[in-house]
Structure formats: structure tokens, C-alpha cells
């Protein structure tokens, strides 16, 4: 079992940055792709971005692309979303989650899931 612990959500101003961090334990996500989706108020889940699990490989929603960056460090089963250029439409529960198998894109991909932390970027 993999527990995923987010943090790093806080209130910050359109044009800002904010670092998430995606830590785990109970096992080590090594071996996992790795993904972020969030979610606003209302609205469904959405993918954001994902990882392979040696890293070599991202891949990104295109509301995001050029400002989101996804990376991992493997030795502290730690999973980073670097967020700049936010935008108050990014504003939202950002979630961690450890690939099963299939799509990168979908939810029902992942096996494992945290709990979230809120991002909200005023204007």
C-alpha cells in the first residue's frame, strides 16, 4: 500500500510560482509513474501532468505546458510540481497519484491517490 501525502497549496497572486511536493510512504513509488490532477469547485477532475518512473519522460495537459514542470526524486519517494505563470483558472485541489497501468490522462489509471492540497491564485 502507498500512502501519498501533498503540500506546498497556498494562496499566491496571478503572475506567481508555487512548488507541490508529493511525499510517499508505506511504499516506495520507485517503480510508479506518477501523476497530478486537480480539481476547481464544480468541476470534474483533470490530469495535469505525469512522470515515468525513471523520470525521462513527461508529459503535460496543454493548459499548462510551458509553465507546469513535473519531476521526481526517487531516492526521497518525492514527487514535485513546479508551478509558475499561475493563472486564477488554475486555481483548484491539486492531488498526487501512483500509475496502475493505461492511459497517463485518465484517473482510473492510478491505484493510489492523496489526499490534495489547495492552490487559489487571486487576480
Known amino acids: 500500500q502507498v500512502q501519498l501525502v501533498e503540500s506546498g497549496g497556498k494562496l499566491v497572486q496571478a503572475g506567481g510560482s508555487l512548488r507541490l511536493s508529493c511525499a510517499a510512504s508505506?511504499?516506495?513509488?520507485?517503480?510508479?509513474?506518477m501523476g497530478w490532477f486537480h480539481q476547481a469547485p464544480g468541476k470534474e477532475r483533470e490530469f495535469v501532468a505525469a512522470i515515468s518512473w525513471r523520470g525521462g519522460n513527461t508529459y503535460y495537459a496543454d493548459s499548462v505546458k510551458g509553465r507546469f514542470t513535473i519531476s521526481r526524486d526517487n531516492a526521497k519517494d518525492t514527487v514535485y510540481l513546479e508551478m509558475n505563470s499561475l493563472k486564477p483558472e488554475d486555481t483548484a485541489v491539486y492531488y498526487c497519484?501512483?500509475?496502475?497501468?493505461?492511459?497517463?490522462?485518465?484517473?482510473?489509471?492510478?491505484?493510489?491517490w492523496g489526499q490534495g492540497t489547495q492552490v487559489t491564485v487571486s487576480s
Open positions: 497519484a501512483a500509475h496502475r497501468s493505461g492511459s497517463y490522462y485518465t484517473g482510473r489509471s492510478y491505484a493510489y
Open positions: 508505506g511504499r516506495t513509488i520507485s517503480s510508479y509513474a
